[in-house]
């Protein structure tokens, strides 16, 4: 597929002497949801700001839509909408006005029925009249976004979109990410709330420590690094496993009373029949048993924290 973001050994380094990213090599597809992930300080920010022509880098260049971010920023930039992690808004203007101001920053002809539309798929008509002051933080999280999709971008940066918003705006703000990459937007979105990713995203980078560590598609990454597990609720306690079932992936609760086997789900031979057969012969006896799969939490905690 067709990458509408390339970037090529990206470094940058501060004044400072921080690294805050180290030869970054990374494509995003058109059309897309890629989901950047990684802990505090990682170096998603920068990479974002660097691709949106706000930092410069120290070494390598970017490719947006085609164009260089650098030697040519007015073509890529317009190609650009970012919707920041901070909050940051023309508190005493209106939303229409602001939204028809963000359009007019790129030099587009005024649009009237696209910022209405805007307004509308983002459940804001109503405010349109309404000072930005007086919002909601949800709310003005919205307008965030209608400023960045006023002029019509092709690829959408989403840096946090729904910190500090509610359950139900959230999802609402999951089903319009989905009807714009419908729309043929590609959306770059990094986020704190790993289900959010787990939900969305087709694609999964992973950046740590200024380094793209894993790049992968969420099925892949899932099945790959993910784990199932069979929990076997006992009859009766166990004091210990017997000692003929130690080559087992098995663990006993602390109370003796759960057997929790480990298993590999793309295996043709995940071992569970042979188990059970053995725990039969052994006169190991279970009222229910119960599976479960690891979360894109725990396979990206288990990725970060080394």
Known sequence: MQSIISVNNLTKTYASGHSALKGINLEIRRGEIFALLGPNGAGKTTLIN????????????????????????????????????????????????????????????????????????????????????????????????????????????????????????????????????????????????IEEAEEMADRIGVIRKGEIILVEDKAVLMAKLGKKQLTLHLQRSLASIPDSLGGNQLELSADGNELVYTFDAQSEQTGIAGLLRQLSEHGIDFKDLQSSQSSLEEIFVNLVKA
């Not at 970012?82 to 030099?107: I, K, M, N, Y």
């Not at 587009?108 to 000072?131: H, Y």
């Not at 709310?139 to 918003?165: C, N, Y």
């Open 50 to 193: 660097i691709i949106c022509g706000i930092v410069n880098p120290s070494q390598g260049h970017v490719l947006a839509d085609g164009h260089d971010v650098v030697r040519e920023y007015r073509a890529a930039r317009s190609r650009i909408g970012l919707v920041p992690q901070e909050l940051s808004t023309d508190a005493f203007e209106s939303v229409w006005a602001t939204v028809s101001f963000s359009r007019g920053l790129f030099g587009k002809a005024a649009n009237p029925a696209l910022v209405e539309k805007i307004l509308r798929d983002l459940s804001l008509w109503d405010k349109k009249d309404a000072k930005i002051r007086t919002l909601s933080g949800g709310m003005k999280r919205r307008v965030m976004i209608a400023k960045a999709l006023s002029h019509e971008p092709q690829i959408l940066f989403l840096d946090e979109p729904t910190a500090g918003v509610d359950v139900e705006l959230r999802r609402d703000m999951w089903e319009m990410v989905r009807g714009l990459r419908e729309n043929g937007v590609t959306i770059i979105l990094t986020t704190h709330y």
